[in-house]
């Protein structure tokens, strides 16, 4: 079966900086598939190419079984783009920001009320959206992109600034739309979220991919689980936890423990792991 | 057509939301026509009534002026964020661009009104038939329509704000160099040679003849086919550099 996303060898490079090298994914349909990797690893330059804003400089890229450099209205037909800066009109108000998007995309302008009710905008609907917090703007954004549903979403850290439970709203239409069936592509600095909404993550860094597979699976790539065994009169201990077994049997050889915690490899562990050196020689600052 | 009437809607709503810029867009051509009237006025001597001379060239001033502030609002509208929004639909590149255009034209007819109600008041006596004043107003529709197509284009090149304000300047200062203030045969050779071969002078020319009653001549034709190479070389230059940025 074809896949909804298809990137063979993708490259680009600004001036001398190469920025992707090689880039390779597949995203099945109705997939939530995210991609993580250290600020300049390359995201929004691959999310970039993808939405057909930016023309690689060699490889392939489908999007929905259309090319992106030879066909891009096909692919814009079938997809929508969160960007990371948020892409909203700031001397239109909210509402009208909404109506013009539906216009855009053929679709009645009753669905501009939806979308406020639903991103908690009803309030600051009439407002020019120049006077909007962060949060607000970015929620807005995120209603601009589905003011159709599309085949494809593309969202470049959609929660980056929000509050908890803004974060939580954009969580939730992430999930309904994920069950609806779109296929969504995310980047995010959050692992929690990747953890959270996606099936599969990619992690790049250095213009390629360099570990891809569910969450679950990259933890067990890179660490196992370990057990701290705490003592009343000595330093704590840990071992580590890869089979059934090994729990039992450590509680054998120091029957002595006072307190044991078992600690599971976070998507953290992972991500450092996999980009903690060269992620520092990247940017340092930021 | 249906993006290119929201993006009009859109570039409207811009220009009523941006009240400095539409006061300076029409009261600066007001304030123009008054320091040539009452200021310069008495000492340019165009033979016959200087007022009936010049209002003519101020109107072209006018709309010359204004239609080249398009370049900056282009230029200013590709630094937010929205029209990379815009770029992901499946729609035609230009429609952002028809959008602004529009708008700029409804801003200079607005002004030009203005600019020929206080030229009226000020002394202004053209003659009065309704032919000439169609097609008088038709080459000024023409003339703002292809300003404003070059201004986009210049605006996308330009891709900074400053940069784009040297169009404003060119078409600010473009008149001048013309038949539009003083006859071009009373400037130096070099001057006069380039003020009878630009594209203002056969444009004030064929202005001031329609709403004079003079004869109008050749002029009329060369006018309308500067404005057509204006309005085609605009499109496709600012459609072309709309999908590049
Ligand atoms: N238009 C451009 N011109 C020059 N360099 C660019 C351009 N766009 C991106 N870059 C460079 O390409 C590299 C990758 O940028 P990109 O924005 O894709 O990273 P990212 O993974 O999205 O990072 P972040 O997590 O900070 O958003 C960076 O080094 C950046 O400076
Ligand atoms: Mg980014």
Not at chain 1, 74 to 100: C, F, H, K, P, W
Not at chain 1, 198 to 205: E, G, L
Not at chain 2, 74 to 99: H, K, N, Q, Y
Request: aromatic share 6%.
């Amino acid at each position: 079966m074809a896949y909804t996303i298809e990137v063979e060898g993708l490259t680009k490079a600004f001036g001398d900086t190469r920025v992707l090298e090689g880039l390779d994914l597949q995203v099945d349909a109705g997939e939530v598939f995210a991609l993580l990797g250290p600020n300049g690893a390359g995201k929004t330059t691959t999310v970039r190419i993808l939405t057909t804003l930016l023309a690689p400089d060699g490889g392939t890229a489908r999007v929905a079984g259309h090319d992106v450099v030879n066909d891009p209205n096909a692919v814009r037909a079938a997809i929508s783009l969160t960007a990371q800066e948020a892409a909203v009109d700031g001397i239109l108000t909210g509402a009208e920001n909404l109506r013009m998007m539906a216009r855009l995309r053929g679709v009645k302008p009753g669905v501009a009320d939806e979308l406020l009710d639903r991103f908690d905008l009803a309030d600051a609907a009439d407002r020019r959206v120049d006077s909007y917090s962060g949060g607000m703007r970015r929620r807005l954004d995120l209603a601009m992109s589905l003011v159709v549903r599309p085949q494809v979403l593309f969202l470049d850290e959609p929660t980056t600034g929000l509050d908890p439970r803004s974060r939580r709203a954009v969580w939730d239409a992430v999930q309904t739309l994920a069950s609806e069936g779109v296929t969504v592509l995310l980047t995010t600095q959050y692992l929690e979220e990747a953890d959270r909404l996606a099936q599969r993550i990619a992690v790049i860094d250095g213009g390629r991919v360099i570990a891809q597979g569910t969450a679950a699976e990259l933890k067990a790539r890179v660490a196992s689980e370990t057990l701290e065994i705490h003592f009343a009169d000595k330093p704590a201990q840990r071992v580590p936890v890869n089979a059934p077994d090994d729990v039992r049997r450590a509680l054998e050889q120091h029957p002595d423990a006072e307190r044991i915690e078992l600690h599971r490899p976070s998507l953290d562990d992972v991500f450092f792991a996999l980009t903690g050196a060269s992620s520092e020689i990247a940017e340092p600052v930021r | 057509m249906t993006a290119s009437l929201t993006f009009v809607g859109r570039s409207l709503r811009h220009s009523v939301r941006s009240v400095d810029a539409l006061l300076t867009a029409i009261l600066l051509p007001v304030a123009i026509l008054l320091m040539f009237v009452y200021v310069f006025g008495g000492a340019i001597d165009a033979g016959g009534r200087y007022v009936d001379y010049v209002v003519p060239g101020i109107i072209v001033l006018c709309v010359g002026f204004g239609a080249a502030s398009t370049a900056v609002a282009v230029a200013l509208d590709m630094t937010t964020g929205v029209i990379d929004r815009f770029r992901t639909l499946p729609i035609a590149s230009s429609a952002v661009l028809t959008g602004h255009v529009t708008a700029s034209v409804a801003r200079n007819v607005v002004s030009t009104s203005l600019v020929i109600g206080v030229a009226l008041i000020a002394g202004f006596r053209p003659e009065v038939d309704p032919l000439r004043w169609l097609a008088a107003a038709a080459l000024l529709l023409c003339l703002m329509t292809a300003i404003s197509w070059v201004a986009a284009a210049f605006g996308l090149f330009a891709k900074t704000v400053e940069g784009a304000n040297a169009m404003t300047f060119i078409a600010a200062f473009a008149p001048y160099v013309s038949s539009g203030f003083v006859p071009a045969d009373s400037m130096p050779a070099g001057l006069s040679w380039i003020a009878e071969h630009q594209p203002v002078t056969p444009i004030v020319d064929s202005v001031r003849a329609l709403l004079m009653g003079t004869p109008v001549g050749n002029s009329l034709w060369i006018a309308f086919a500067w404005c057509a190479a204006g309005i085609v070389l605009g499109r496709v230059a600012s459609s072309r550099l709309f999908r590049q940025s």
